[in-house]
């Protein structure tokens, strides 16, 4: 059994940066891929960035607009997401998630496991 779990939420100035991280254990995280999500209270999950087997292959949202990046160590088991200009919007608790195929996917339902989330609150 795979688990997930979040690190290096927090409270950031607008236009601040934060690193988010996911550490797995009890799967061999180097052949799955992984996505970041995203939720308010209150509203559906929505999808940040996703990464391939490997991390030659990345995704990201639209809303993104090249300030976030997402990556992996898989010698560490780590899956990573850089954030920088971040925006008042930005605030949500931030999920990262694995699935048992070797590429990652923009809908949530394709993922069997879930970290507890990290919460992002983003001041204006």
């Known amino acids: 059994q795979v688990q997930l779990v979040e690190s290096g939420g927090g409270l950031v100035q607008a236009g601040g940066s934060l690193r988010l991280s996911c550490a797995a254990s009890?799967?061999?995280?180097?052949?799955?891929?992984m996505g970041w999500f995203r939720q308010d209270p209150g509203k559906e999950r929505e999808f940040v960035a996703v990464?391939?087997?490997?991390?030659?292959?990345?995704y990201y949202a639209e809303f993104v607009e090249g300030r976030f990046t997402i990556s992996r160590n898989n010698a560490k088991n780590t899956l990573y997401l850089q954030m920088n200009s971040l925006k008042p919007e930005d605030t949500a608790v931030y999920y990262c998630?694995?699935?048992?195929w070797g590429y990652g996917s923009r809908a949530a339902y394709d993922y069997d496991t879930w970290g507890q989330g990290t919460q992002v609150t983003v001041s204006a």
């Open positions: 009890g799967r061999t995280f180097s052949t799955y891929g």
């Open positions: 990464i391939n087997w490997s991390g030659s292959s990345t």
């Open positions: 998630a694995t699935r048992k």
